[in-house]
């Protein structure tokens, strides 16, 4: 298996010529020293430059961090050694450390010391606790002391290289070195020590552009890696992987295996000279420094080699060495979730391969570790060899005693109780292979599934897959693409039943193998299935389950985690780090099986299990009901009131949602509840929850909206109690109380407004609220308050507006008048009257005015008619009837006296009318009038005329009637 080197450039830092890198351990930095004298920090996660100073005006040939004291120090040409805080880019200190140029900075891992090396052949220790005080100098090197490094296994020994082509390894406190390395032809450049505890191992790199890797125990040289075309300017062993990285001035990082020592990657940036290489404990991050700027690459996978059998043992590889730790010694009471738990480590053994993955089988008896093209299965226990052999990948089947190996990109061999079964080549090749209830196959065509049995194709889909995960059951599978995961369910039965009719089978087989179940748009990490639960850990660092279609978040990570497994006694799911820390969350059994028995509509299991469910969980399971629309259930469920009250709402179940209205007395609560009583045409709770919420504009809707002119009374209370004037005005606009809008205007310093509205509805009131204005106005502007124009004052400005007092008088008897809605057809609409023509158009000032009304005393649209009550009559059409009365009259009254009942009656009947008509209008008139027709009666009581003095007498008496009955005026 060659080495998982997935290489992914996270930073390009162009700048000028970088003599030396270095990585933060806790911070997202890298540290850069410039050949033109500055040292810059970038942030390689935010991409930004953070932090920049200048040391001097000559090359800086060294910086460190410091971390433990906030420092950078730096080394540079001026021979000079400085001391920055980070932070405050304050300099703390500068000392003239060597005689020459500060080639190479060390830090002491433990102590309080620095090393330094130097063009002047010495090698300096200072000690800051003691200002910085040289302690020792180290002689012995008769050219420039290019690199010093701290041995990280012995703290107490160092190595340096030279130009006087040796590598000499010295003890703290001896002034002679422990011994020298020799070996290069030319000057030696650079210097680093293995980190892993299997090896006593050094390695150097030369202007003989030759690299050599050096036993320091034996002093003797194992192994020469050639292939540089240049001269070898840095050299590192990386400190988790197994690789050596050398870097040349003919511009190449290159990558060598550290077991085998075999080339596995070249890289070339394109940016001139390779001068330094950084990397850091803990990290897959290496710094590369070049002539024309930094490069920050991550290396390898993070994803620990860890794994947990079904028991709570942990199996893990530290470097070649395996461990083992056990869950089972724990307190299980006192984890806290994502605390790092305690564990007893106990060392097995170290492994022949350098292990990439490790992986128990499913039932926990056995553990295969995979690396350097190899595989070696191991008792989980002992760590006894069991089987061995080369594998470029390796994977479990659902059956514990079943396994597959992929040997190259065409061929795949299955195993059965460790031996060979069966050799097959898949179709399109095979460029990963995953195992589970069916092994997957992908390649280019994309993931092919096979019977573990028969080798038989079940079904090809067209999907990249970067993992692919089986539930225990083998029902459910999740596939794992690099930008989202599918859940499918697997049907067995079909699959069957296509092995009987061969028709079935298409050449990307059995279509019906599979059930979409969902697709989520997320980057699934690693994950494992409990019952029909996915749990995963994403992208964001965020620990989450998949049930029917629901995502649940179990914790938010602060640090990428994987997972190692779940515990059903321990209801506790465990995850590792890549520092090998793990840490516990608890996720409760009773939840997922209630949770596995809704996805499977089986109610009787999942009502058996509901109970043994704490309580603070059971809100957690009615969310999920919910989403699986099983709104009843969730509301019997929940013990969380919101999340009751809003299924009630959801469900239209009034009298719950009223009592857990009342129970949390929420405005926001009363509101959706008056909607849904609004809804379900319950308006008495309707009214009810709106008071509750102290919602004057619902109210206001619904009083309207019934035509309730008590409620808007009530309400227009309320709101001005409540200080809502908007809606006590509107309120009281509608009951026609306009007297009181105006002083709410005025009560809210609605000055102008006021005087608006007076101008327009209570023109009475104009010169009271005009007064206010000019008070209020003149704090402002004292000139503007005066303009303000007062009727009283200034009635030239004001035509009409004595007569509006009058329409105001006229209109203010039918504001009193509540009209029943149901009547708004029949009534003209207020733009449309005219108050000031219809006063227009009324009879004498003298006389009252009355707009006629019906049977329903509603004013008559657009009516108006005067009644006359004596007087000149004041159309023709009046004079007219008046005459034709006269006339009729003198008819009669040359008949004599009536000869018949009906003639009686109708001369009574015209003198009735005439003495509507033509009532006099004085008193002398009055009496002058009954004479006459007392002498009128007489007369004709003697009949018809006798003689002509008669008939001329009757004419004159006439005359003089028609003179008296004329108005006077």
């Excluded at 006269?886 to 003495?915: M, N, R, V, Y």
């Amino acid at each position: 298996m060659p080495l998982r080197l997935d290489i992914k450039r996270r930073l390009t830092a162009r700048s000028d010529r970088v003599k030396s890198c270095d990585l933060h351990p806790t911070e997202q930095w890298m540290l850069v020293s410039l050949y033109n004298g500055n040292v810059h920090i970038w942030n390689y996660e935010s991409q930004q430059l953070v932090k920049s100073f200048e040391v001097c005006d000559l090359p800086v040939r060294a910086a460190v961090f410091v971390p433990r004291k906030n420092w950078v120090v730096t080394g540079s040409d001026d021979m000079q050694v400085r001391v920055f805080n980070y932070n405050t880019l304050e300099r703390l200190n500068a000392f003239d450390a060597h005689s020459d140029y500060v080639r190479s900075i060390a830090v002491h891992p433990t102590q309080p010391f620095i090393l330094t090396s130097s063009d002047d052949m010495l090698i300096k220790l200072w000690n800051w606790e003691k200002n910085w005080v040289c302690q020792q100098v180290f002689e012995g090197h008769t050219h420039y002391v290019m690199e010093v490094k701290v041995n990280p296994k012995d703290n107490n020994t160092f190595a340096s290289a030279s130009l006087d082509k040796t590598v000499k390894v010295w003890q703290l406190g001896s002034a002679q070195p422990n011994f020298t390395l020799e070996g290069h032809e030319k000057g030696v450049n650079c210097v680093d020590y293995y980190m892993g505890g299997d090896k006593p191992y050094l390695i150097s790199g030369a202007d003989d552009r030759m690299v050599k890797i050096w036993d320091y125990q034996n002093k003797t040289c194992v192994q020469t890696l050639e292939g540089h075309a240049q001269n070898i300017a840095s050299v590192s062993f990386h400190p988790e992987l197994p690789i050596i990285l050398t870097g040349s001035e003919d511009g190449t990082v290159k990558i060598w295996h550290a077991n085998t020592y075999r080339l596995e990657t070249t890289l070339n940036y394109g940016l001139e000279r390779v001068w330094s290489i950084g990397v850091l404990r803990g990290s897959n991050n290496v710094a590369l420094g070049y002539d024309e700027g930094a490069i920050l690459i991550k290396l390898g996978r993070e994803e620990p080699a860890m794994s947990m059998d079904a028991g709570g043992k942990i199996i893990w590889a530290k470097h070649s060495e395996l461990q083992q730790a056990s869950l089972k010694a724990l307190e299980k009471e006192e984890i806290q979730d994502g605390e790092r738990l305690p564990l007893a480590v106990k060392d097995m053994g170290s492994c022949e391969v350098y292990p990439q993955t490790v992986q128990h089988n499913p039932n926990g008896r056995f553990v295969v570790v995979c690396g350097d093209g190899e595989y070696i299965i191991y008792t989980a226990m002992a760590l006894r060899n069991k089987s061995f052999g080369s594998a470029q990948e390796f994977v479990w089947a659902a059956d514990s005693s079943e396994y597959a190996v992929r040997e190259s990109s065409s061929s795949i061999k299955l195993f059965k109780n460790f031996k060979e079964r069966k050799s097959f080549k898949p179709e399109f090749g095979a460029e990963n292979i995953f195992g589970g209830a069916l092994l997957g196959v992908k390649s280019v065509s994309g993931l092919a599934f096979y019977d573990w049995e028969t080798q038989e194709l079940v079904r090809r889909i067209e999907i990249q897959p970067r993992a692919v995960y089986w539930s225990e059951t083998g029902e459910l599978c999740c596939i794992v693409t690099d930008e989202s995961y599918f859940v499918l369910k697997y049907q067995p039965d079909a699959v069957a039943a296509a092995a009987e009719n061969p028709e079935k089978i298409t050449e990307d087989g059995i279509e019906d193998a599979f059930d979409v179940l969902g697709e989520v748009s997320e980057t699934v990490k690693t994950g494992l299935w409990v019952g029909d639960c996915f749990i995963y850990t994403n992208s964001v660092n965020r620990l989450n389950y998949y049930v029917g279609g629901e995502i649940v978040t179990v914790s938010h990570l602060d640090r990428t985690m994987y997972l190692l497994g779940y515990i059903p006694q321990d209801n506790r799911l465990y995850l590792g780090d890549k520092e090998l820390n793990v840490v516990s969350f608890q996720l409760l059994l009773s939840v997922l099986e209630y949770q596995t028995a809704v996805m499977r509509r089986d109610f009787d299991t999942a009502d058996r299990v509901l109970p043994t469910v704490p309580k603070e969980q059971r809100t957690r399971v009615a969310h999920f009901l919910e989403k699986q629309g099983f709104k009843k259930q969730a509301l019997a469920v929940s013990s969380d009131a919101e999340h009751k009250f809003d299924l009630a709402i959801q469900l239209g179940d009034l009298e719950n949602a009223y009592n857990l209205a009342k129970e949390s007395a929420s405005e926001q609560k009363w509101k959706q509840l008056a909607e849904l009583a609004t809804s379900q045409a319950k308006f008495e709770l309707a009214q009810q929850c709106l008071h509750e919420a102290q919602d004057h504009g619902g109210l206001l809707l619904l009083a309207t909206a019934a035509g309730n002119a008590d409620m808007v009374t009530k309400l227009g209370i309320q709101a001005d109690q409540a200080g809502k004037h908007n809606v006590s005005f509107l309120s009281y606009f509608l009951l026609g109380d306009l007297e009181r809008c105006l002083e709410i205007l005025l009560a809210s310093n609605r000055v102008p407004e006021a005087a608006f509205f007076a101008r327009t509805y209570l023109p009475s009131e104009i010169s009271r609220v005009v007064e206010l204005w000019r008070v209020q106005l003149g704090k402002v502007n004292e000139k503007a308050g005066q303009s303000l124009a007062d009727p009283k004052d200034y009635a030239n400005l004001f035509p009409d507006y004595a007569a509006s007092l009058q329409a105001q008088q006229m209109l203010a008897g039918e504001r009193t008048k509540v009209i029943p809605a149901e009547d708004w057809k029949d009534i003209m609409a207020n733009y449309e009257r005219k108050p000031l023509e219809e006063l227009n158009a009324l009879a004498d000032e003298e006389d009252l005015i009355d707009e006629p009304l019906d049977d329903k005393d509603h004013p008559i649209a657009g009516a108006v008619v005067e009644e006359l009550e004596g007087g000149e009559p004041s159309k023709p059409e009046e004079e007219k009837v008046l005459d034709d009365e006269l006339e009729e009259l003198d008819i009669i009254g040359s008949l004599g006296e009536p000869s018949t009942p009906e003639e009686e009656k109708l001369l009574d009947d015209e003198l009735d009318e005439l003495d509507i008509i033509g009532e006099p209008s004085k008193p002398e008139e009055e009496k002058v009038l009954d004479d006459e027709l007392e002498e009128l009666d007489i007369i004709g009581s003697l009949g018809e005329p006798s003689t002509p003095e008669e008939e001329k007498l009757l004419d004159d008496e006439l005359d003089e009637l028609d003179i008296i009955g004329e108005p006077s005026k």
